[in-house]
């Protein structure tokens, strides 16, 4: 009787060990891989819901604009004094981005070629954007655009740094071209700790270029800096600034400068917002 008692027994336990087998065994192609997925994009969007809040508050004072060893539209360098103002620590995300197309009703970021779903995801940073697109969510999220100015000091610091973290170049310190970082494409908004300014502004070197308020003009420090001879372009296109998961070390410095049409979308361009002030001041004051 203890025979049999121990053969039921063990029946018993193999049930409950190969039924859950079995049970992923008849699952539809695919469908356990889309279960993980669908596991780590809930936890990427709850990374989201908590990043998406923060800002930084850059306070007044003098900082090194331009590169005196740059490209000819980044010199010459000059001590440049802003106003206290306050920036978004992280890219704007797709799940903040998404809450204001539902709420909006703007455009989304979509593609007529296709191939979006890799930079979609909750946490990742919103591209397919134009220019006009990051100004309305902006000022739909009680901000603005930094001014390249601002977009800079964020970046670099007083100390005028090469890249956020310092002036050696870091392979792998921040989401840029190639797949030796890890990521093929655009990455979870803050994933490289190094790619982080002195003032803890986070993914100004890589993963997305940033729109900027600024018309683009190749000769602007020239023009700041009285030389003669010399004719502002006409204002066709907007800055971008930051590296991007296509740009190498070099483009990814915190004084490379781009330009654009403001209508441009890409998969390499998004942004992230500003406000004029002490966050913690307007915050305590009541002003949006």
Not at 69 to 87: C, W
Not at 263 to 278: E, H, L, M, V
Request: hydrophobic share 40%.
């Amino acid at each position: 009787m203890d025979r049999y008692f121990k053969y039921a027994w063990v029946g018993l336990v193999g049930i409950f060990v190969v039924l859950p087998l079995l049970g992923v065994w008849m699952r539809e192609p695919g469908q356990v891989e889309q279960e993980l997925v669908e596991v780590a994009l809930q936890s990427s969007e709850q990374t989201a819901n908590i990043q998406d809040g923060f800002m930084i508050t850059i306070p007044a004072g003098e900082f090194i604009q331009g590169s005196s060893s740059g490209a000819y539209n980044e010199k010459p360098e000059a001590v440049v004094f802003l106003e206290t103002f306050s920036i978004d620590k992280y890219e704007v995300s797709n799940r903040r981005y998404a809450e204001f197309v539902g709420q909006a009703g703007h455009r989304a970021p979509a593609s007529r070629y296709g191939g979006m779903e890799a930079f979609q995801r909750p946490a990742f940073p919103v591209v397919y954007v134009s220019w006009d697109d990051a100004v309305a969510f902006c000022e739909w999220d009680g901000k603005r655009l930094p001014t390249e100015a601002e977009w800079e000091k964020a970046a670099r610091g007083v100390q005028g740094l090469i890249w956020p973290w310092g002036d050696n170049a870091q392979s792998g310190a921040a989401n840029v071209k190639g797949e030796h970082d890890g990521a093929k494409y655009t990455a979870r908004i803050g994933a490289f700790e190094d790619d982080r300014s002195a003032y803890g502004v986070v993914d100004m070197a890589g993963n997305v270029r940033e729109w900027v308020h600024d018309w683009y003009d190749q000769h602007a420090y020239r023009l700041r800096a009285g030389e003669k001879g010399i004719e502002p372009e006409a204002r066709t296109t907007r800055v971008l600034r930051g590296g991007s998961w296509t740009d190498s070390l070099v483009t990814a410095r915190t004084t490379a400068r781009f330009k654009m049409l403001p209508r441009y979308r890409d998969t390499a361009i998004g942004f992230r917002c500003a406000k004029s002030g002490d966050l913690e001041r307007s915050t305590r004051d009541g002003a949006a």
